[in-house]
């Protein structure tokens, strides 16, 4: 019966640990140490942050001026931008958009 408990025992934590290691962060996310700001960064300090190449990150700043501010990351689909760049770009940034309870 010792055995038998011990083996559980063990098969449990095995399985608890793949699961934790599984569902971790992803090994190959490089966060900036300093997150910038969207709706204020320079197109070379977005770039900067190894996230996206110069061409978009100006693209960004020039749809930022018509839009006159972002206020989620929702406005960038039209920039279709791909799905790996635009993932490294929130771990790499902010948006200080409206306040969610806004009645405007």
Known sequence: ????????????????????????????RQEVTQRFELNSATAEEL?????????????????????GSFQGYEDLEELEIPADQMEKLR?????QGIASDCNC
Do not use: Y
């Open 47 to 67: 770039a900067g942050t190894g996230a996206i190449p110069l061409e978009t990150a100006k693209k960004i700043v020039e749809l930022r001026d018509q839009l």
């Open 91 to 95: 771990w790499n940034t902010t948006i």
């Open 1 to 28: 019966m010792k055995k038998i408990l011990s083996l559980v025992f063990v098969a449990l934590f095995a399985v608890s640990f793949c699961a934790t290691s599984a569902f971790s962060a992803d090994p190959n």
